[in-house]
């Protein structure tokens, strides 16, 4: 992180702050993320983890251009503290959208081996019947 490196380096004040604020919405955005089942997965839980880094990515460069003017620490008051919200704000978007893409997906495939699952138990059913009259002959 940029911005927390820049403020830990120069010694501003609040910059353990922010890692605590950064490591807190993580915490948050990936129980939000398991919440939904269809979220449970390696291959989701990857997704997850890389879109959470860019959001905080996109986030941490929003603050450095806000908080820093040539690398000089920038003290925006209280009008500051919003920038900070935008991490929680854009996190939460995230988890709706990866949930709802997931939630898609899972409930076609659960259509797709519900069909697939019919479609054995009907062939299988035919094989046996085949089977019974070949012994009847």
Do not use: H
């Not at 929680?88 to 949930?99: N, Q």
């Not at 495939?109 to 299988?124: I, N, Q, T, V, Y």
């Amino acid at each position: 992180m940029l911005t927390w490196l820049t403020m830990l380096i120069q010694k501003i004040e609040g910059s353990n702050l922010v890692l605590v604020i950064v490591a807190a919405m993580w915490l948050l955005y990936l129980g939000f993320f398991f919440v939904v089942k269809a979220n449970r997965g390696k291959e989701k839980f990857k997704t997850a983890i890389i879109s959470g880094a860019v959001v905080t990515l996109i986030c941490d460069i929003i603050w450095f251009f806000k908080f820093f003017d040539n690398f000089d620490y920038v003290n925006p008051g209280l009008k500051g503290v919003m920038w900070f919200c935008l991490l929680p704000v854009l996190m939460f978007f995230l988890v709706m959208f990866l949930s709802y893409v997931n939630a898609s997906r899972y409930e076609f495939d659960k259509k797709k081996r519900e069909k697939e699952a019919a479609k054995a138990k009907k062939k299988e059913k035919r094989r046996k019947k085949l089977e019974a009259e070949n012994e009847e002959k």
